[in-house]
């Protein structure tokens, strides 16, 4: 537990005309059950309070601490340092518009992405405040919200290397909300919508398949299953698309 | 040039309760922008776990079950504290509003019909399901509650129903701005125009003009040191309203305890842990609650559970731990391993995170700690605020008043909610009716001040440090403004606080403060934070009576002769300490004054006219 702490922090203020990107190294005694939260904030309180970096429910709910640690994207909040090497490298997570050292925009991203996949359900019902709700299995309300699970933290995006390449990729987090959606009963889109969203390159088809995305997603969502399931539910209808369409010609 | 956004309705906060208000005057055909302080999906709704409650009556534990029961329990629960006409809206409204929500897409948990277990204070014990209420939203049970009522998804409800919200608010064309905080409110002493907020991405200020504005910025846990509330639970809109010197702060001093936040950090474990059956234990891992509440045992309302805790703390009961105050355990242990992974994940996550310890074999070190803060801006039944035109209040950060000295588990998510819904039609109403001028004098002042504020803290040469002074402001109400209280301790705590809010009028900065420099946005509320604080502490001081989480150890009784009344705190500029007056707790009684039936206690009756 006596271990000092060198922790290599990402420096950079957009706003600040004299700040160019560099990394600088802070030192802080290590302490029981610390976090990568309590440290920071101890480094914003003792030793720079213009240090810029995110946290809101510090318990691993919200999604807001994403950064790199040590080369991998994941939470700050539920790091703790005793699972590190006393040398830790903070970057902020890549792909997404920065604002200051650690902290990144996410909230812009994901409010597009969201707007993008008309990410709410599409019913033609209209709701009647009399009428008792419609029922629904509780197997599958459990299954919705295995999916629904996921925080918006970003990582999987930061880990993704076609969203690396190219910038309007839409990642494992948008295709999971849709494979959420089409899981649901209420939602009345129908594959040919689904495939107008997903059925290129900004989605199903630009996924390499890597799972990097899966690997770092702090809540373990299934990104895998839910990638596979979509690209071969996409991949048939684009099949029963190009056969209708050859049918309609001849 | 300082940019200006003009909207119709501008809700501080896209919480559930901001949000909710916003689909409403959205579906209207208004044009809504709320501001966020975070993404809004990370509002602080997301955290709440166990769920909320509607009198749906599904469940077979929640057999028998009504609006009127609910009216019940949540009077019972406030201790005669809260508005009895805004409780029975309320439980008319929420079973409505859960459907709703349903319709939107929330993935609640259904009743599964048939034979299946339950566990209670440890014992296991059969139900069966109705097969014909199969698949209809069901419910947990919670604390102070007759029934069975709480609907939930897992222990994600929050997250459940905020994304739900967010993604509908999104379809409805609102506007949400995030990384926004509102830092000063724009009145010429009647009517509320809108903000000056500052953009936590530049740095720079911008003016939001509106007909009308809603507080919904949440809780201000934050004024305490430990707190189950995220970091940016601070209470932003409730000071800016409190320095218009005339929209008041309704019982300030009702803060909330719960009994299991863990040890050290305070992150919330649900209540659903006690409803699903868990149980706390102490040193000798004993069962106590029983001893102490033989009806309700760990059901019996937060407040009571909290003060219980202690008690048998106080008697050398405590486990011993490193980080100074004893606690005690809960352990879940009995409710096996389908049930901690699924109903209760979240809570396994956070042992396995946060405690490096699995609920399935070890026992959880929980302890009471700060949680919710009854009090808020004050409004009236339909949620406009006292003072100001144009403004009103909604969700955590309003004193509507639904849950008067104790809010219920499972009460305050379904408030958002539904008070969103009921105070989003008023708010439609108003906009209606509203045509709005906007003094370009009243805003130039407003933003001038507000300018040199930030001039000061960088160039002023201020001595006094930011952090340093939060700290003492925590301390003073962790020690004097706890779950029970004193004379001499009130005092003090008013005397600490006084002098902390004098020092902020010094504070000065270490850095530089340019682009979105975290240190200037503490500077920024701190002393409104303070002013708040002292709301608190010297509410609680006057408030010479016990009731629901007011606990007076020089007062003990409830005192419903002289204090059946709701304190209203306002801030005269250049005040040390808020100005109190008092309004009766509620224009009409449903259910006259009685006993609660759990926590025991002493009460001055208000027929008991003699001194
Ligand atoms: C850990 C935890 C668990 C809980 N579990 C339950 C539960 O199971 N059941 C239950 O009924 N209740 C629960 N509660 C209580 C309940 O979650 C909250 O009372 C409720 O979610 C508050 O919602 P809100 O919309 O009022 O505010 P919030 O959701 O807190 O939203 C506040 C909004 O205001 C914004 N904001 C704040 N200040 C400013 C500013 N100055 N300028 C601009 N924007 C600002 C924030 O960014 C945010 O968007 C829990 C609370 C906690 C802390
Ligand atoms: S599997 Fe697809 S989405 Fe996941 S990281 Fe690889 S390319 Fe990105
Ligand atoms: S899918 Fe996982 S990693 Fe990606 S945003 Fe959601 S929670 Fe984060
Ligand atoms: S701060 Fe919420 S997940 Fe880390």
């Known amino acids: ?250 | 040039m300082v940019e200006t956004i003009y909207t119709d309705l501008l809700c501080l906060g896209a919480g559930l309760a901001g949000e909710r208000v916003a689909i409403e005057a959205a579906g209207a055909g208004f044009d809504v922008i709320c501001l966020s302080l975070v993404h809004s999906k990370r509002s602080h709704s997301s955290a709440a776990q166990g769920g909320m409650q509607a009198a749906l009556g599904n469940s077979v534990m929640g057999e028998g079950d009504s609006p009127d029961v609910h009216f019940l329990d949540t009077v019972k629960g406030s201790d005669w504290g809260c508005d009895q006409e805004v409780a029975r809206m309320f439980v008319d409204t929420a079973p409505i509003v859960m459907r709703e929500l349903a319709h939107w897409g929330v993935p609640w948990n259904r009743v599964v019909g048939g034979k299946g277990f339950y566990y209670k204070g440890g014992q296991k014990y059969e139900k069966f399901e109705d097969p014909a209420k199969e698949g209809l939203i069901t419910s947990r049970n919670f604390g102070g509650t007759a029934k069975w009522r709480t609907c939930y998804t897992s222990d994600g409800t929050g997250h459940a129903v905020l994304y739900t919200m967010d993604n509908r608010a999104t379809q409805m064309g609102v506007q949400v701005h995030d990384r926004v905080e509102a830092i000063s409110m724009i009145h010429d002493g009647e009517h509320c125009q809108g903000v000056v907020a500052r953009c936590l991405k530049t740095g720079k200020l911008r003016v939001y003009l509106a007909k009308a504005t809603l507080v919904a910025t949440g809780g201000y846990g934050r004024i305490y040191k430990n707190t189950t509330n995220a970091v940016i639970c601070e209470g932003g809109g409730q000071s800016i309203a409190l320095d218009t010197g005339v929209v008041s702060l309704g019982n300030m001093e009702a803060i909330q305890f719960h009994p299991t936040g863990i040890v050290p950090t305070d992150i919330l474990v649900t209540e659903g842990c006690r409803g699903d059956g868990g149980t706390l234990l102490d040193k000798n891992e004993d069962r106590f609650m029983p001893d102490y509440e033989p009806e309700k045992a760990e059901l019996a309302s937060r407040d009571v559970v909290s003060r219980r805790m202690i008690e048998h703390i106080r008697k050398g009961f405590g486990v011993k731990n490193p980080y100074g105050d004893d606690h005690l355990w809960l352990d879940i242990r009995h409710l096996g391993e389908a049930h901690i992974r699924t109903k209760l994940r979240e809570v396994d996550e956070i042992c396995q995170n946060f405690l490096g310890i699995d609920p399935l074999h070890q026992l959880i070190p929980v302890r009471p700690t700060h949680h919710y803060s009854m009090g808020g801006v004050r409004t009236n039944k339909h949620g406009a605020a006292y003072g100001l035109k144009g403004l009103f209040a909604a969700g955590e950060a309003a004193c509507w008043d639904l849950h008067g000295f104790n809010r219920l588990g499972g009460n305050s998510l379904a408030e958002t909610v539904v008070a969103g819904k009921i105070i989003g039609a008023k708010v439609v109403e108003y906009l209606q009716g509203a045509t709005a001028t906007f003094k370009t004098a009243v805003i130039d002042e407003r933003l001038k001040k507000d300018q040199a504020r930030i001039d000061t803290l960088i160039h002023g040469g201020g001595k006094e440090n930011v952090y340093e002074l939060r700290n003492m402001m925590q301390d003073a109400l962790m020690k004097g403004v706890g779950i029970f209280r004193n004379e001499k301790d009130l005092d003090q705590a008013v005397k600490t606080l006084q002098e902390v809010h004098a020092r902020t009028a010094n504070l000065g900065l270490k850095s530089n403060g340019l682009g979105a420099n975290p240190e200037l946005a503490l500077a920024l509320k701190l002393p409104g934070m303070v002013r708040m604080a002292l709301c608190v502490a010297y509410g609680a001081l006057e408030r010479r009576e016990s009731r629901g989480c007011h606990a007076r150890e020089d007062y003990p009784a409830r005192n419903d002769r002289d204090w059946l009344v709701r304190t209203l705190a306002t801030w005269e500029e250049g005040a040390d300490l808020p100005t109190l007056r008092y309004e009766p707790a509620t224009p009409s009684f449903e259910l006259p004054p009685g006993e609660r039936g759990y926590g025991g206690g002493k009460i001055i009756s208000a027929d008991d006219k003699e001194a």
Request: hydrophobic share 35%.
């Open chain 1, 1 to 250: 537990m006596d271990r000092m702490l060198t922790i290599n922090i990402f420096r950079y203020n957009p706003q600040d005309p004299d700040s160019k990107p560099h990394m600088e190294s802070f030192y802080i005694d290590e302490t029981e059950s610390m976090t990568l939260f309590i440290a920071l904030n101890r480094i914003r309180e003792e030793q720079d309070p213009s240090l810029q970096f995110d946290f809101c429910c510090r318990a691993g709910i919200c999604g807001q601490c994403g950064m790199v640690i040590n080369g991998r994207p994941n939470l700050a909040c539920k790091t703790k340092t005793k699972d590190l090497p006393s040398q830790i490298t903070l970057l902020p997570l890549p792909f997404f518009k920065l604002i200051g050292d650690l902290s990144v925009d996410t909230g812009t991203w994901f409010r597009e992405m969201n707007t993008h996949i008309e990410s709410w359900i599409h019913t033609s019902k209209e709701f009647d405040p009399e009428a008792e709700e419609e029922r629904m299995d509780n197997e599958l309300a459990e299954q919705i919200y295995e999916l629904d699970r996921c925080v918006e933290c970003g990582c999987c995006l930061a880990a993704c290397g076609t969203a690396r390449m190219r910038e309007d990729f839409l990642g494992a987090v948008a295709l999971n909300r849709i494979a959420r959606f089409i899981l649901d009963p209420r939602d009345e889109r129908e594959e040919k919508d689904y495939f107008e969203i997903i059925g290129n390159d900004q989605g199903i088809f630009g996924c390499m398949g890597l799972l990097g995305c899966e690997d770092v997603c702090p809540k373990n969502l299934p990104l895998q299953d839910q990638l596979g399931f979509l690209r071969r539910k996409m991949g048939f209808f684009a099949l029963k698309d190009l056969k209708r369409g050859k049918k309609k010609t001849c």
